[in-house]
């Protein structure tokens, strides 16, 4: 017999939503949890600790799309969370999403350093309960789901410029959260009408390469020597 499938539940629209700022940065994620066992081997990407009770929690740091680490990196973030490991402890169990952004990533925002910004801003807006070397995605709006606040959050962005960078006026749009359907939308200021278009071209992580070598010609390192066909034969 087919299995049933009823259909699901429709949430209500004029519920309580979140508007936050977009960052322009790239993906970071911080996993915290407990190993499988206590004969661990140290990954790159994988800091872990002892618990009172003598259990190992482990820390993991991924990008978007991959789990990451100091020489497999995503613009520097595994590298410095691995840095700040004793403070990001603090997060507790559980996945933890956040934007990295700032210095050489995307738009910069003027600064000159880079910055991790947590997206649960229910849980961390609180700067007393928030790893100190961590931020919060600035929120533009909290209240009954209205249109009109949608697009009076970005008004206030193009006229302000960021909220989360005071003095950058290229912000790049707003995040969405309805509590109800806990679902997340995006608005941009620009380009909002090709969302396809944009979707169908996702931003590129970058991915450290090997240095290049003066005495091999510009060749890169890692990639020498070279096996094979030589075309300046044929």
Known sequence: MIEFQGFPKIARLSRNVII???IDGT???????PLPNVQVEHEGHTSYWYGPDGS??????GSR????GPGDDNYGFAAWAQANTEELKRLGPGTHFGEWWGAGIQRNYGLSEKRWSLFNVSRWSDDSARPTCCHVVPVLYEGPFLTDQVQLALAMLKMQGSAAAPGFMKPEGVVIYHAAANRLFKKTLLGDEEGKHTEAHPKKEKVLRPPKDPSKGGRRIGV???EGLDRRTT
């Open 65 to 68: 799309t991959r789990w990451i």
């Open 27 to 33: 993906n970071g994620v911080i996993h915290i949890g």
């Open 224 to 226: 020498l020597p070279f």
């Open 20 to 22: 936050s700022e977009k």
């Open 56 to 61: 190992t929690w482990g820390m993991w740091v």
